[in-house]
């Protein structure tokens, strides 16, 4: 059993105050989870993070609404769980920046990128809906807002949360690196296999065997020429 009136007075008020903010923004039984990320790191890096009174006064006003000081603090906050305290921070406090950072170091797989802005704008929206149910949980009724407006739509009358309103790349990328083979991608036919890259959900491919490829520079070569006379039609 845990006493809480003794973490209250560890902590303090307005970081006790955070930690419902901090639950429903890492993952509860309404909101996702962020890639690769546990509880307890997050739990972690709140708590090394606490003196930080930009955090705490987002984490603070994200239970009433959500601000834009308060969403870009928060989306610094998931940043910096991504991001090695080795490497400087001062560039990627925004997950566009983080997300391009990581995949520069060859550190593209999904369980270890952030969130698209797309995405986590959703999730926010979803984690905020939650906070507003949590602290009316002493009324009697309970008036709360539609989940359509809050990161959710209704499918086949069923609610299910919303992805992203943002394209996950620019379709001239996503035609780049997408290939359309009828076999398991083993040859040097397969474009991805071609360039030294994996296949991804964008492929037309079926019992793909290339997977886990750690990327490489791009090194143009004559089995190159049908990529570029694509890009160039």
């Given at each position: 059993m845990i006493d809480i009136s003794h973490v209250h007075s560890t902590l303090g008020?307005?970081?006790?105050?955070?930690?419902?903010?901090?639950?429903?923004?890492?993952?509860?039984?309404i909101t996702g989870k962020f890639a690769g990320k546990l509880k307890e790191f997050w739990t972690n890096l709140f708590i090394d993070e606490k003196e930080n009174e930009n955090l705490i006064s987002a984490l603070l006003s994200f239970q009433h609404h959500i601000t834009d000081d308060a969403f870009i603090e928060l989306e610094r906050f998931i940043c910096s769980g991504y991001?090695?305290?080795?490497?400087?921070?001062?560039?990627?406090?925004?997950?566009?920046?983080?997300?391009?950072?990581?995949?520069?170091?060859?550190?593209?797989?999904?369980?270890?990128?952030?969130?698209?802005?797309?995405?986590?704008?959703?999730?926010?929206?979803?984690?905020?809906?939650?906070?507003?149910?949590?602290?009316?949980?002493?009324?009697?009724?309970?008036?709360?807002?539609?989940?359509?407006?809050?990161?959710?739509?209704?499918?086949?009358?069923?609610i299910v949360p919303e992805t992203t309103d943002v394209e996950i790349a620019p379709k001239a990328i996503i035609e780049l690196i997408s290939c359309k083979c009828k076999k398991n991608c083993s040859s040097r036919r397969c474009k991805c296999k071609r360039n030294n890259i994996s296949c991804t959900d964008f492929c037309g491919c079926s019992e793909c065997e290339n997977v886990d490829v750690k990327p490489s520079a791009y090194v143009y070569n004559e089995d190159n020429d049908d990529d570029v006379d694509e890009l160039l039609t």
């Open positions: 008020q307005d970081v006790s105050s955070c930690i419902l903010s901090l639950h429903a923004l890492t993952g509860c039984d991001i090695s305290k080795k490497a400087d921070r001062s560039n990627v406090d925004n997950l566009t920046s983080a997300r391009y950072f990581l995949f520069t170091k060859c550190q593209g797989e999904n369980d270890k990128l952030p969130p698209t802005l797309g995405a986590f704008t959703k999730h926010i929206k979803r984690a905020f809906y939650q906070l507003s149910i949590w602290s009316k949980a002493s009324e009697s009724i309970l008036h709360h807002r539609n989940p359509a407006d809050c990161g959710w739509s209704l499918s086949d009358d069923v």
